[in-house]
Structure formats: C-alpha cells, structure tokens
C-alpha cells in the first residue's frame, strides 16, 4: 500500500486548511514569524480577561514561558463564552453503558460547573492552586469536575479508573491533593463496577494531604461512608447557587497534572499551563478535526488519559462543539456497539485507537457494513503506530472508502497533536502520521542535532518551544530537564526529545517508528518496564526481572518478564508464582499492567557492569536473530540458555 489516499474533496465544506499550498503557507508564516503567528492564533482563538504582554519567554529554557501577562480562564473559554450563540446547543452527549442518555446543553453544562465549582470552594475550602484528585469512571460528573477546577483555579490530577489503590496512593502523595473526587462505581459490560473501595484502600496510610472525599452516586451500589470525610456530590450539589465567577488565571497557571510513565520507577507528573495548552487544544480540534457547528464529534478514550483531556473534554468545548462521553466498552453488548452509536447520534469524527480497530475488525468485522455510517467524515487514530490491515478495514469498511483517516502522533507532555494529516488537505500514505502541523517544528535527527538521512531512524524531536508543551514534572524540575532535554541538541542547545524512533521518506512524510526507551505500548497506553519490574520484585522468590514488549495482535505490544528466580523448584511452583506475580501487579499498578507471558530463566544477559542489555531481550521474544555483540556480557552462554527457554 504505497499509494496516497487523496481526501475526498466534496466531504468538506470549509475546511480551516483546504490544500496542501495553504498548508505550506501557514507553514511559512510561523517560519517567518513564529512568535507572532501563535499571537495572532491566541488573540483569535482564545478570549482573555487581559491581554498578554510577551508571546514566548526563553530565557530561562526549558522552562519556557508563553503568553505572559495574559489573563484568562480555561472553563470561561469552554464553556461561558459560547453561552451567547450556543446556549441550547449539546455540549456533553452521554450514553452509559447500559444504554440510558443524557444531553447537557452548554448552558445546563455551564449551571452544573458553576454549581460544583461552589461546592468545592465552600464544602471542601478549595481555593486557587490547590491539587484535586479526580478517580472517575466515564461520566459527565468527569468533564464537570474538571471543569470546575479550572473554574476556580484548583489543579486537577485525573488518575485513570484501572491504577490500582498502590498507584492512585502514590499520585496523591506526590502532588498532595487535598480532595479527591470520585464514584461509587459505574458499569461496564451490563455489570456494575467499583471505585471507591479503592479510594479507601488508598486512604488507608500515606496521604494525611487529603482532607475530604467528594462522591458521585452512580451505579448505587452499597459504599463505606467515612463521617466527616467522605461527602454525597449528589446531596451537597443541590445546596449550591448556579453562579460562579472564573477566576482570572495567568497564562502560565498549571490547568493540570497527568501522571505518565518514563523509563524510570515513578510515574511522571506532567505538569500542563492554562493559556497555551487551550489555545492548541482549540487549534488542533478546529485543524484536525475540522469540527462545524453541526457536527457530533465522538472520541472514545477514557478521561483518564491526555486523549480524554485534550479530545473529550477540552479540544472539543474551546471549539464549542458536541462531545459523545460514553461510559462502556467497544465490545458489549456486541461488537457493533460503536457503529450503532454512530448511526444513533450521525457521529460525523470518530477518535479512537488502534487497538480497538483490531479489536472491532477480529471481533466483527462486517458489523460495520449494518449500520447507517453515512455521517461520517473523518476517522482518526492515536496512541500507537496502526498497521496497514487495521488501516485498510478501517478506511474502507467503517469510512466507506471516503473518510479521511487522521492518525493523530502526540504525547501527554506534547498536549496535543504533533504530526497529523490535514483532513481536506494531506495525500495519505496509510498508517503514516504524514506531516508536522503548522506551528510545530518536528525533526528527525541524531544526537548532535544533524538531520538523520531520509529512511533511517532518528529521534523524533521538536525543535521550537510549542504552547501547549509541558511545562516541568510536578515537584521535579530537574527530572523534566533530564527526561525531555538530555538527550538531543541542536545547534548546542538541548531540544525537546518525544522518546520516540521516527523515519523520514524521499517525500517528508513522516513515520513513526515507536519508543526508543524502556516504555512499552500496550493497547496504546504507556508503561513504564522499571514501574512493572518494581511490582514483580516484590516477590519473595524473585532475584531479578527484566520486563520487555512483545508483539501481540490486538493489544499492539504485551508485556513479557523475564524471571530469575531465588529457588527454582520445579513447574507447579512456577505456575503458581506466575499467578503470584499478577496478583502482585494488580495491587501495585493495576489490571492494565499484567504480564502476557514470563519465562523462567536462569539469569539475565548482563555486562560486566551490570547493566541488563534489554536489546538482546527484545530479541529473543520477536524470534529475531541477536545482532548485538555478545562478547561483553558477563556469561555470553546465557543468550543461547533464554533462546532454548523461549523459543525452544
Ligand atoms: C505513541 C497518547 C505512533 C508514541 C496521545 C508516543 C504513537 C506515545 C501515535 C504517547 C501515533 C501516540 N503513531 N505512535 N499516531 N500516537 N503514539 O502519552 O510512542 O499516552 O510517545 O499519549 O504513544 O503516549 P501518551
């Protein structure tokens, strides 16, 4: 498949970038002038209780400054200042899991923020600047404690519903939150599910930060109710007025934090500003997305993750559009759920990952063919790298062969979309993330900042400060500027580095060729190995573990430990170690983190120094031959040992 997929030009009717030539220009616009450019995007886009002063501050690089002296509020720009022409219109469409549906128009959204905001500055004493964890299943109540948040000025830390008690503990610890808001539970597949017994395991040592716990009543199954800690979101609401003033935010306020994982232990607290990242998150939804007023625009991350942030809730209501929130899974009641949503509601942008593609294709692949899709425009991917087979079942049965396919390359410290098709403008080359959007400087470059030479592999890198870039990781600045700034210069300053491998062809476009740290994929979310062998360690009888990605048909990467254990007493111990091990996971980080296969084996490919040499790992779980020089492992006979284990 190397031929281009030329959008359908009677699909669009005015798209914000038409062509490939209006494209370059903006192109050369921001080349020309980048600073002014983006203020001119953010006087336009964004509506400011003050005007900012300076554009971008590099002085104190990597911890750059963008629009100084500006003053707005995030809520008031996704919500309040569309009451005037949109008031009636769908913000939310939620569709639950076992099929009941609510509408909150923007001003039924507006009332509701307003009321929680109160609630959360009068019950809970949350003022500006204060951390709120956010423990929540796919919900309204989500997007509208967020939005609250940003209302009064309270950073938010969503952790996604599946972290395990371990993993939302350590997060609460690390940005001490003072309230955490969560649910009884919600429902997945017909059954109720739950979260609060979470929350109270959490709570149990460790986060004396918390002073309340804030309930949304969901699925109404029977919770503890801790007295004088745990409060009804449900009752205390019903108290609250419906006016609430925005709080004039700076520029560079922290709207939020998102936790994610690097190569290190422990999660990262991506730490994002209030100006910039609005700006883009508007920008991108407009660009990529192409969103008109009309539209019904559906993505079906979780709020959990960055996807959730930027394109559930505030891409999608900077822009003032219709955002589907739904509560269950892609697979129940069947495997045509998604496309019956779609013909229900005319989804005209569906926003999902390849995972679930894979996932819908093997599970039915002709349920999309009974389903009115005639709606739909633009189909987008993120997450992962999508392979071909996904991409073609994808264009042609779900897009009808007419759909412009988005994939959509970016990362929670990125904000939003990087490098991305132009839905009426870019000749696809499918599973391509194709070019970088305007605004954004990518480069594909060795170390020393040279340009990699077009079809091998570089490092993806930006090379200009963006606005809705991170700004530091929460409590660890010297953390940020190692992880994002150590490890490429260009011209002999340090340049934003993605961690990810990416390649150039003879026609700029741009591929994306995945992690080149210790981060595995899996179903599109990141996992860190140090944070999954940190969890297996914890086994009295393991010695030492090495954890790797291993391709996997659905899931894109799984993940494989290798075990060396202390004693090794036959296979039945094994078996029960390995259930051991899971369970071990699941405590520490979640049922997201479970081993897909481990091996035994009688020691780990070591250098003299004592550095695992993952590379050779990885190897052996693809079946590849080992390229890599042997020579300087401690035991060079151990390489064949685990080939025999695995592969034998
Ligand atoms: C990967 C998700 C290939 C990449 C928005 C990146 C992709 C990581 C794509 C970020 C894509 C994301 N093609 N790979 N279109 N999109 N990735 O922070 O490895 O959860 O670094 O953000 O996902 O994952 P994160």
């Known amino acids: 498949m190397n031929n281009k997929f030329y959008p359908k030009k009677e699909m669009f009717q005015e798209p914000l970038i038409k062509n490939m030539c209006e494209y370059k220009e903006l192109v050369e616009e921001f080349e020309k002038d980048y600073e002014g450019t983006w203020a001119k995007f953010a006087k336009e886009k964004l509506d400011w209780f003050e005007p900012f002063t300076r554009t971008l501050d590099e002085s ?6 963008w629009f100084d002296g500006g003053k707005l509020n995030v809520a008031y720009n996704c919500i309040d200042r569309h009451l005037k022409t949109k008031k009636n219109k769908a913000a939310i469409i939620f569709e639950g899991d076992n099929g009941d549906k609510r509408i909150l128009t923007y001003r039924e959204l507006a009332y509701e923020v307003s009321k929680t905001a109160n609630m959360f500055k009068n019950q809970f004493n949350i003022k500006k600047g204060d951390r709120v964890v956010v423990y929540m299943p796919m919900i309204p109540e989500a997007a509208i404690t967020m939005l609250a948040c940003a209302k009064i000025g309270a950073i938010h830390s969503v952790v996604f519903g599946g972290f395990s008690a371990e993993a939302l503990r350590d997060r609460i610890i690390d940005a001490s939150a003072k309230l955490v808001v969560t649910a009884d539970g919600a429902f997945r597949k017909g059954k109720p599910y739950m979260l609060k017994p979470v929350v109270d395991t ?8 918390v002073e309340k716990v804030c309930v949304v009543e969901r699925n109404e199954q029977e919770i503890t109710w801790v007295a004088g800690r745990d409060y009804s979101y449900n009752e205390l609401i019903k108290n609250e007025s419906s006016f609430c003033k925005s709080e004039p935010m700076d ?13 290190t232990g422990k999660p990262k607290g991506v730490q994002h500003s209030s100006a910039g990242y609005i700006l883009w998150a508007q920008m991108t939804m407009e660009w990529v997305f192409d969103i008109k007023d009309n539209d019904t625009y559906w993505c079906t991350a979780d709020v959990g993750w960055i996807t959730g942030h930027t394109y559930i809730v505030y891409g999608p209501l900077a822009a003032g559009a219709t955002t589907v929130m739904f509560e269950g899974v892609p697979t129940f009641p069947d495997a045509g759920r998604c496309w019956q949503m779609v013909e229900e509601y005319r989804i005209n942008q569906f926003y999902t990952a390849p995972t679930a593609i894979r996932l819908l294709h093997k599970m039915g692949a002709d349920e999309p063919s009974k389903y009115d899709l005639s709606s739909l425009r ?5 997450g992962e790298p999508i392979d071909p087979a996904a991409w073609k079942w994808y264009y042609e049965e779900v897009g009808g062969s007419k759909c412009s396919i988005v994939d959509t390359y970016w990362q929670t410290e990125t904000g939003g979309h ?26 594909v470059i060795e170390e020393d900042g040279t340009p990699t030479p077009r079809g091998e592999k570089g490092f993806m890198c930006i090379t200009k400060p963006w606005p809705s870039m991170i700004r530091t990781i929460w409590n660890d600045p010297e953390r940020f500027k190692k992880s994002y700034f150590g490890d490429c210069k260009k011209d002999g300053k340090p340049v934003y580095f993605t961690g990810d491998g990416a390649m150039i062809d003879d026609e700029d476009y741009i591929t994306i060729t995945g992690r080149t740290d210790d981060v595995i994929n899996v179903s599109g979310h990141r996992m860190g190995t140090a944070e999954v062998e940190a969890a297996i360690k914890k086994h009295d009888n393991v010695a030492a573990v090495a954890v790797v990605g291993k391709p996997h048909d659905i899931k894109g990467e799984g993940i494989f430990a290798y075990v060396v254990l202390k004693s ?7 078996l029960e170690i390995i259930k051991e091990i899971n369970s ?3 405590t520490e980080i979640g049922a997201i983190a479970l081993c897909d296969d481990m091996a035994f084996v009688p020691d780990l490919p070591k250098t003299r120094s004592g550095k695992i040499m993952r590379r050779i790992l990885r190897s052996i779980v693809k079946g590849e031959a080992i390229t890599q020089d042997t020579s300087t492992l401690e035991d060079p006979s151990i390489v064949q040992k685990i080939e025999n284990i695995v592969n034998g």
């Open 251 to 263: 520029s560079e306020d922290p709207l939020f934090l998102l936790y994610t994982s690097g190569s």
């Open 418 to 443: 990087m490098i991305s098709p132009l839905p009426a403008a870019t000749p696809i080359k499918p599973a391509c993330a194709t070019f970088a959007l305007p605004g954004i400087v990518a480069e």
């Open 202 to 209: 959490a709570l149990e040592h460790g986060c004396e930060c």
């Open 568 to 574: 090794d007493d036959g296979i039945a111990d094994e």
């Open 60 to 65: 104190n690089a990597p911890f750059y400054r």
């Open 378 to 382: 633009i189909l987008g991917t993120v």
């Open 584 to 586: 071990l996971i699941k």
